[in-house]
């Protein structure tokens, strides 16, 4: 059994005259706890539960001490700990509460809050665990019909975003040929609130998901040239719009790498939206992509007014406003996003920026990230991956 970090250690005094109160009353403690408790040996087999745990697992006290605790956790639970206790025994700092999956009785899991400590006698060697246990069942419950809602809610808004946005630009081409250039500057303000709104929507969707910890990566084999173009190609009559020239500087034969197209778009479509907005008339976005050791790079180069070099460190925390000259950013979903997503391929997402010049967002995506399954064949199908929540319990 994997040991856990040695901050906030539980020490034990097996001096019973020195503890000050009866062993009676931390028998009703220990007992009574709403959330489950056990201790377990160094090798982590269970010494004791109270009430809870039993209740929580539906074994009964006697069915579960003794038993090894790995016999009651998932795998994906088991390889944790195991994490964990390889961290801690090389010396990082590994947080004292985390998440578990304990496995019932009837098979079902449970999703619990976890805080793991040692057991120490008076000379501070650790003789044993203690382990608390609290239940998220009824909180991922909500989570998850919270992520539904805003499922249905994003995919119901998205739809008449799509037919108003559809409309507007055939209405602009017929005023572009009638020279109605009034009517077009009243279409065009339309469809930028339009595009706003339904670029919003998506992200608030992602942002719901990330938080829950329930989005879904599917990589497969791609080239982010084939990305970066898609993209572009949507937000090319958008930049001829607000007479800002869109440009590609792509390199040619990138390698292919294996990644979730749909999350790399939202990353892309964040970063070349952020730039497109501001970015002045007359201005210059660039979409550049690249290789990098063992790394593609895909930058959004703009001609900007810049972001102040106090303001990059929390540039991409979500909720927060950057100022830049005469200008201020939205509510930094879409940069949050980005980094989410981003960090998610195991990547890195970088900027740099001068006032008055303008600014460069650069994603950085290793190659060759995802080993294949183990007992199955290497092949490019897609891999299916469940990204976390970052969520503090």
């Not at 539980?10 to 220990?30: A, C, P, T």
């Not at 745990?53 to 090894?68: E, I, N």
């Not at 019932?104 to 619990?112: I, Q």
């Not at 790394?295 to 929390?314: C, E, H, K, N």
């Amino acid at each position: 059994m994997p040991q856990p970090d040695p901050p906030g250690i539980l020490i034990v005094n097996d001096d019973s005259s020195q503890l000050g109160e009866s062993e009676e009353y931390y028998r009703n403690l220990f007992e009574e706890a709403r959330d489950g408790i056990a201790t377990l040996s160094l090798d982590g087999r269970i010494t004791n539960v109270n009430k809870t745990s039993a209740r929580m697992l539906g074994w009964s006290r006697g069915d579960l001490v003794g038993k090894p605790v790995a016999q009651f956790l998932t795998p994906t639970s088991t390889m944790l700990i195991e994490d964990r206790s390889r961290k801690a025994q090389q010396g990082e700092t590994v947080a004292p509460t985390f998440e578990l999956e304990l496995v019932r009785k009837d098979g079902g899991v449970v999703p619990v809050e976890c805080q793991l400590r040692y057991i120490r006698d008076k000379a501070g060697k650790p003789t044993g665990l203690h382990g608390t246990y609290r239940d998220l069942s009824a909180k991922k419950e909500r989570e998850r019909r919270r992520t539904e809602f805003i499922a249905m809610l994003s995919h119901d808004i998205k739809n008449p975003l799509g037919v108003i946005l559809g409309y507007t630009d055939l209405l602009l081409e017929e005023m572009a040929e009638q020279g109605r250039a009034e009517e077009k500057g009243v279409l065009e303000r339309i469809r930028i609130n339009a595009l706003t709104v339904h670029c919003l929507v998506v992200n608030y969707l992602h942002f719901s998901k990330i938080e829950a910890g329930h989005f879904t990566l599917t990589k497969e084999s791609l080239l982010l040239n084939d990305v970066v173009q898609l993209v572009g190609q949507r937000y090319e009559t958008e930049a001829r719009r607000r007479n800002i020239a869109l440009t590609f500087a792509l390199q040619p034969d990138l390698p292919q790498i294996l990644d979730d197209p749909l999350a790399l778009e939202r990353v892309v479509t964040n970063l070349l939206h952020k730039a497109l907005k501001f970015t002045p008339e007359a201005g210059c976005v660039t979409l550049r992509t690249r290789t990098d050791d063992e790394a593609v790079v895909v930058a959004v180069v703009d001609t900007g007014p810049g972001i102040a070099a106090a303001a990059l460190s929390d540039l991409f925390q979500k909720i927060r406003r950057a100022t830049t000259n005469g200008y201020q950013e939205g509510m930094g979903l879409g940069l949050f996003i980005s980094k989410e997503l981003v960090e998610a391929h195991s990547g890195h997402i970088d900027v740099k920026s001068t006032l008055g010049q303008g600014s460069c967002f650069s994603v950085r995506l290793p190659l060759g990230l995802v080993p294949p399954t183990v007992g199955a064949p290497e092949s490019h199908a897609p891999t299916r991956m469940v990204m976390a929540g970052k969520r503090s319990a």
